[in-house]
């Protein structure tokens, strides 16, 4: 059954690390709610109370709008395989872009990649598990290398045009500053 603890265990450590994707929901004080779905190796626990993962480039940029408007973040890890949970991390986050000093802070833990465009630090305030017993089994096959490929492809003047046409704002028409 469902626990609420005040910081990630040990256990719940191993647990996030070992699995292939979570979900990040944010939202401003108006418009559309927002859940990503995230995955590659782009999430790290650095301690019992703070996660950062690394936000990539991708066709809109809600997560770091919302966190502009509103800081609030909730994170959702599922077990697809073994074991039934749903984790939930709560918490309040911070954005950094690449010009920011806390991106070069974090960026050395994560793989190189062409696409990273922000990297989330969120300070955990809650952590609750539930039962997961209506999660479908899921064989997890493999990463997709898609994005990293297209990143790559792209180079940097050809990314930061992407993010100047697609990623500068939400759908609801908020700022994601990320290019200041």
Sequence with gaps: ?????????????????????????????????NVSPKGTDSFRVIDQNKIVWLNLT??????AAHLLKNNRMTIMFCA??????????????????????????????FPENAGARQIIEMNVDLVQTSCGFA????????????????????????IEEYWKNRNTLSIDGFDTKILG
Excluded: C
């Design 135 to 158: 999660v479908p089994f899921m064989d997890y096959k493999e990463e997709r290398t898609t994005l990293n490929d297209w990143s790559t492809k792209q180079g940097a003047d050809k």
């Design 1 to 33: 059954m469902g626990k609420r603890l005040d910081q990630i265990t040990p256990e719940l450590k191993s647990f996030i690390e070992k699995q292939p994707i979570f979900f990040v929901g944010t939202a401003a004080s108006d418009g559309r709610v």
């Design 58 to 63: 991708g066709s809109g940029n809600e997560t």
């Design 80 to 109: 697809f395989e073994g074991k039934p949970m749903i984790l939930r991390l709560y918490g309040n986050a911070q954005i950094y872009h690449k010009r920011d000093p806390g991106f070069s802070t974090y960026t050395h833990l």
